[in-house]
Structure formats: structure tokens, C-alpha cells
């Protein structure tokens, strides 16, 4: 079918309601309950066909609205003519893909309500974590899995879940599975459900491999598409700001991170990461980390400061560009430029979400010009660069407000009993300090400590001991 145009650009498409898509009325409530009164491009296009039960491939941005898309109908069709009574354990008959935990934790909040408006219940499966709590409720009967794939097929070797009931298969963010070479897993728990399941595929682009799962697993499947691939939000107004070195770099990033709303800073590295979070919180910007070396636990506690609000500001690497799924994010600062195009779009698409305007701004130094220049072509976003200091009038007036300081918490001072040995919370002693003033902490470079013992720090939020100061802790990874 012919492929829509963006819908925020037409200002004649007309306006409709979820009850008028054929949407049930428990579900409407749900909705509206929320909030959610109107639906989104996507979800006008595809529910007709969703809720009939054709397979469908949904292409449109991130934050086009694509999780209620595909959570209405798996939830309609499952408790209404697909509804097989009593659930059995191990074997959901609802099942949903997502590249990372974040995503799949967020797309479970949003199927929980809807779920439960029929009693289905929905459990998330992820690596990271203990598999038992994901067992037990396995065998306690779960109707809808959100997983992703390599902790479910460790599962399904294990014979804890079988995928041989599952009614209707979601793959969510299908290009970023490609990207994180997930596709030959995908394509084995695929060919683990049945073939005459309802299939829905949402992805931002048809590339590296995508194209290939749509043609084996997808039967005349109908194509959605709200907007052009790789294009930018409408709604999304995009800055480049040079800068002279270094100390201007940093200067110019602690003022845009000084605003009142939320904000998310991409870097590179996740040691960088750690570390400017940490600064921005002692310089009284309360901040937190998102990266691949904290634990599932401070991913979720430094989200939940994120999303409540008590953190303004959220340091990540791209290891949350996908997954990070916050309203009203009002800008996202490229700390470090991306190194492709792809993933510029992506960190970008955390802000100017379901039609919200939002503004990006990459800081680049002068060796990084060129390469920027290349990467905007790539992304078809046209911008001219603007010489930026943190006291430039542009940058004052992108950053509006400036929020109140907040005092970070105090730095603990551990105790000594006199002769040089710190002591443990627990009472025992522990080895001679090797920081100055008696702390027990070994310092690594950028601040990052460990115990004598060689376990890393952990906690969420940041704070700081005698001997260095450290982050969210979790275990030590390769990738951000």
C-alpha cells in the first residue's frame, strides 16, 4: 500500500478514537485513564489491520507511538477469539522481542494495564539478573513474555518455556536487533513458534538483515509506514555548537545540563560517562549514569531518579539510546558525536517524542568537524554550525531557566581505628588505606574505586568516599 506521509506535517489528516478502530472498551478505559485520548499515526494505521489479525510491518521514528501499536491488539485478540482458557506453565501465548532490558522493562509498563483489564498477566525475561524470579513465574503460567532474545533461548534450551502456543510474536526495534547481531537468535526463536501465528515487525529501517525476516517469517504482510526511513522528527529542532578545545567543551556542557527539564548528555565511553555524571552532580546538578557496566538494579534505580525526576539530567551511552523511553525530555546534548548516522538518530529520538517538540545539540571540536559534517549528510538533517561559549546568547536562550543548585550529599568519611586500618560497616578491619586521610578505597583512574577485595563499588546515584568517588556500581563489562 502507499506509504503515508508524516502525519505531524498534515495538518488535513482528519482525527479519530481508539473506539472507532474497532478498539474494545476495557482497553478505551485503560487509555483514558492515562490520558491517552486520541491515537497516534501509527496506531491509525495499523490497528484496522492488527486487530483483524494480519501480519503487519510497522516502520516509523522512535517515540512515533509504536509500543501501544502493537500492545492493543496482542491484548485485544489474546482475550477475545484467541482467548485458549487456562493458562499453561511455560508456554505464553503472547510474545514480544526487544533489543535491550530497558525496552523491554518500558514495554512491559505499558502492557501491564492493558493486559490487566482482561487478567493476562506479563512477564519480562532479560540477562543480567538471576534467572529465578523469570523461572518461577514461568511455572506460575504467564500469558504474554516480553524478553529478549538470548536470556529466553538460554530458557528455552533449559525447557523452562516452549513457544509452541504462542498466538502472536511482536519483534520491537527489529533494525537495532541487526545492529547488536541478534538476528540469527531471532530467527531461531521465530522458527520456534508457529507458523500460522500472527506475526508484527516494528522497525526504523529494513536494513542489515531485516528485510530477510520479513520474507521467511511474515505472510502477506501490510506495510505502515508514518514517515521516511531515517528521517528526523519534524518536531525536533537540531544545533551544532563549536567549540575551541576542550575546557570551552566542558564549560558549554555544564551550562546545558543546567536547565529545569530533562535532559539526556550521549557520550561514547561509559567510563566518561561515570565520570560526568558524577561532576554535574558536586557542581550541584543532580545526575545520574546509564551505561553497560552497572547492574540491572542501578540501571532500574538511576532510570527511576531519571524518570521521577529527582535526577534532571542523564549521562548515557548508547547503550540507552534505544532503550530510554522518558516523556518530556526537552533536550538531548551529543556530548561526544556519534560515529554513525544511525545512531545520531536514535540518541536524538529520545526527545520531540508523539509529536512534543524538543531540541538536539551536538558539541563539536574543531578535529571533529569534518566528520560531523559527513555524519549530517548522512542523517539528511541540514544545520550550520554556530562558535558557542557557555555565555553565548544562544546557548542562554536554549537553556532558558537555570535550575537551583543542589547541594551534593555528603562525601562519607570512613572510621579508623587510629593505627592506619579502616573499618568495615560490619566491624571487621579491613587493610591499610592506600588514599590520603585513612579511606579504604583504591583509586582508578577518573575517579571509579574498588575495595581491597577487588568488588566494585555500587549504589545508584553518585557519590563519593575519602579515598575517590564512584558511581552506580555493577560488574565490570566491555561494552557501553
Known amino acids: 500500500m502507499p506509504e503515508r506521509p508524516d502525519y505531524l506535517s498534515d495538518t488535513t489528516a482528519p482525527t479519530t478514537t481508539f473506539a472507532a478502530l474497532g478498539v474494545r472498551e476495557p482497553l478505551v478505559r485503560v487509555l483514558a485513564a492515562k490520558g491517552i485520548a486520541s491515537p497516534f499515526p501509527i496506531q491509525v494505521d495499523t490497528l ?34 484467541l482467548s485458549g482458557g487456562k493458562r499453561r506453565p511455560g508456554r505464553p501465548v503472547g510474545l514480544v522481542l526487544a533489543p535491550t532490558r530497558e525496552l523491554a522493562t518500558q514495554i512491559t509498563a505499558v502492557l501491564e494495564p492493558l ?25 506460575a503460567g504467564v500469558d504474554i513474555v516480553v524478553a529478549c532474545p538470548g536470556r529466553l533461548e538460554d530458557l528455552m534450551k533449559q525447557k523452562f518455556v516452549s ?21 540469527p537468535v531471532v530467527t531461531r ?34 506495510l505502515h509506514s508514518v514517515d521516511e526511513a531515517n528521517s528526523p522528527v519534524a518536531a525536533m529542532t537540531h544545533h551544532v555548537f563549536d567549540v575551541d578545545g576542550v575546557e570551552s567543551k566542558r564549560k558549554l556542557v555544564e551550562r546545558l545540563a543546567s536547565g529545569t527539564g530533562r535532559r539526556i548528555l550521549f557520550m561514547r565511553t561509559k567510563h566518561q560517562a561515570r565520570k560526568l555524571a558524577r561532576q554535574l552532580t558536586e557542581s550541584g546538578i543532580p545526575s545520574v549514569d546509564l551505561h553497560g557496566n552497572l547492574s540491572q538494579a542501578a540501571r532500574d534505580r538511576n532510570l527511576a531518579s531519571f524518570s521521577a525526576g529527582e535526577a534532571r539530567v542523564l549521562v548515557a551511552t548508547d547503550v540507552a539510546a534505544r532503550g530510554v523511553h522518558v516523556d518530556d525530555v526537552e533536550l538531548v546534548v551529543h556530548v561526544d558525536p556519534p560515529a554513525e548516522h544511525k545512531a545520531y538518530l536514535h540518541r536524538s529520538g529520545r526527545t ?15 578535529e571533529q568537524r569534518k566528520d560531523l559534517a559527513v555524519l549530517m549528510r548522512k542523517a539528511a538533517i541540514k544545520v550550520t554550525p554556530v562558535r558557542s561559549t557557555a555565555d553565548s546568547a544562544h546557548v542562554l536562550d536554549l537553556v532558558g531557566d537555570i535550575a537551583a543548585h543542589v547541594a551534593p ?41 574498588r575495595t581491597r577485595g577487588g568488588s566494585p563499588a555500587g549504589g545508584g546515584a553518585h557519590t563519593a568516599s575519602a579515598g575517590g568517588s564512584r558511581s552506580a556500581g555493577g560488574s565490570r563489562r566491555r561494552q557501553g
Not at 484496522?48 to 489479525?53: E, S, V
Not at 482482561?118 to 523461572?135: A, C, H, K, M, W
Not at 520531540?352 to 574543531?366: E, H, K, M, N
Request: glycine fraction near 14%; charged fraction near 20%; proline fraction near 5%.
Open 115 to 139: 493486559a490487566a483489564a482482561y487478567d493476562l498477566r506479563v512477564t519480562t525475561i532479560f540477562g543480567g539478573v538471576s534467572q529465578n524470579r523469570q523461572v518461577s513465574a514461568l511455572k
Open 189 to 222: 526463536i521465530l522458527t520456534a513458534t508457529p507458523q500460522k501465528g500472527q506475526r508484527l515487525l516494528f522497525s526504523a529501517t529494513l536494513d542489515n538483515g531485516v528485510d530477510k525476516l520479513v520474507k521467511r517469517f511474515l505472510k502477506n504482510e501490510v
Open 352 to 366: 520531540a517524542r508523539a509529536g512534543s517538540a524538543g531540541d538536539v545539540v551536538t558539541v563539536v571540536l574543531p
Open 48 to 81: 484496522p489491520d492488527t486487530l483483524a489479525g494480519r501480519d503487519v510491518l510497522g516502520r516509523g521514528k522512535t517515540g512515533s507511538g509504536k509500543t501501544l501499536a502493537f500492545s492493543i491488539p496482542m491484548v485485544s485478540r489474546l482475550a477475545g477469539e
Open 409 to 449: 550529599a555528603p562525601k562519607p568519611v570512613p572510621a579508623t581505628n587510629g593505627g592506619g586500618r579502616s573499618r568495615r560497616p560490619d566491624g571487621a578491619q579491613g587493610g591499610r588505606a592506600h588514599s590520603q586521610g585513612g579511606g579504604a578505597r583504591r583509586t582508578r583512574p577518573g575517579g571509579a574505586g
Open 163 to 183: 513457544l509452541d502456543a504462542v498466538e502472536i510474536t511482536v519483534l520491537d526495534e527489529a533494525d537495532h536487533m541487526a545492529d547488536l547481531g541478534f538476528l
